[in-house]
């Protein structure tokens, strides 16, 4: 079992700009420390859910920094920039990193990010598509050649080549569409730990069947689970601590992300409007509501309930790659305890070995 850490950049009132991106490289240090596996950037604009307009920028920064763990981008909204430019600056990062370097992809869903960069987000589905092709032609190939309707390039080929073989790429991915185009790619899911045990199954139930048709072996696919992730004495005093905390979290997202009459109008976002309909179903109209059912089903509580959580999704899923967010205190020095307190009270439980330097 892989565990990964995620790195927000969130900034709450209480800390200015220049102390996010601080705790952030002493979160991401700590955790290189202890000996998890990844740690995972966001990329975000126009809002305080997150201050990193640029994975691939602070993944440099953090390889710098780090001695082992490998840093991966969750993700690089992919439509806003040119398939050219991100291949060369992910080779360039996993040549200097020797291959700690992963690269996540997405694309997108927050509307003033496509009205700035000029992009249209009924073709964003479309766009992440082709840069991926066109990524993964480079690697393979050499060669960004390409002409279609949404974009033409010449015959010109990206230096520096990797320096992995064939590096990993991964994709956001909940929706059936999404989930088949990645199976039939061989490209694994980072997907969000929410809602019931089944549906996260069902996930990785429909990804495992149409990779089989396009002839993948599903075993040899590592998928990954992000999840919120916090521990206390008890899960009264765990969900306390931080559900304040959650809700502003969820406003900030709220304020950002599409409305639901933006998604009414995008049929290329229809599970995400479907999403939202579910949630109205089960009576979460409210911050306070959604903030609830978020936290019931994210990995927090005493570390006996946070050990039983995780396994239980692993036995349901199959994945054994998991990604947890430990910044739901938004206080630095506590964040920092609870990664120590997770990696040894919590995950020795599921069999979970620390990466030792010596055998990075």
């Known amino acids: ?89 992910t080779n360039m990062l996993d040549q200097l990193s020797h291959g700690r370097f992963i690269l996540g992809v997405g694309r997108g869903y927050f509307p003033k990010d496509f009205e700035a960069f000029g992009v249209d987000p009924a073709k964003s589905h479309l766009l992440q598509t082709e840069y991926v092709d066109i990524i993964q032609q480079v690697w393979d190939k050499k ?85 919120v992730a916090h521990v206390a004495e008890t899960t009264e005093k765990a969900r306390e601590e931080i559900f304040e905390n ?35 179903l089960r009576g979460d109209r409210t911050t306070e509501d959604f903030t609830q059912y978020f936290i019931d089903n994210s990995i927090i509580g005493s570390p006996t309930e946070c050990a039983g959580r995780l396994e239980r999704i692993a036995e349901a899923t199959g994945v054994r790659n998991l990604l947890l967010g430990f910044e739901a205190t938004l206080n630095r020095d506590r964040i920092i305890e609870v990664m120590n307190t997770f990696s040894d009270d919590v995950l020795p439980r599921l069999g979970w070995k620390p990466e030792s330097v010596e055998q990075s």
């Not at 927000?8 to 952030?24: C, G, L, N, Q």
């Not at 039939?184 to 045990?197: A, N, Q």
Request: aromatic share 10%; with cysteine; net charge negative.
């Open 1 to 89: 079992m892989d565990v990964g850490v995620m790195l927000t950049t969130a900034r709450p009132d209480h800390w200015t700009e220049t102390e996010v991106f601080d705790y952030t490289m002493d979160f991401a240090v700590e955790a290189d420390r202890i000996g998890y596996q990844s740690a995972w950037l966001l990329e975000h604009h126009f809002t305080r859910y997150g201050l990193c307009p640029n994975t691939l920028t602070m993944a440099g920064y953090v390889l710098g920094r780090t001695k082992q763990i490998k840093v991966g981008t969750a993700v690089v909204i992919l439509p806003l920039d040119h398939p050219i430019r991100i291949v060369e600056q």
């Open 143 to 227: 060669t960004a050649k390409w002409d279609s309707d949404l974009i033409k390039l010449p015959d010109v080929t990206p230096y520096p080549e990797q320096f992995t073989e064939k590096p990993m790429l991964y994709g956001v991915g909940q929706s059936p569409t999404t989930i088949e185009w990645a199976a039939s790619r061989g490209i694994p899911l980072l997907m969000p730990v929410v809602g019931s045990l089944e549906s996260m199954a069902a996930i990785t139930e429909l990804y495992n069947e149409h990779a089989e048709n396009h002839g993948i072996d599903p075993e040899t696919v590592p998928h990954a689970m992000c999840s």
């Open 246 to 280: 959650m809700c502003w979290w969820e406003n900030e997202h709220d304020a950002a992300a599409f409305t639901v009459q933006d998604l009414e109008k995008l049929p290329n976002y229809r599970f995400q409007y479907g999403e939202w309909q579910a949630a109205a």
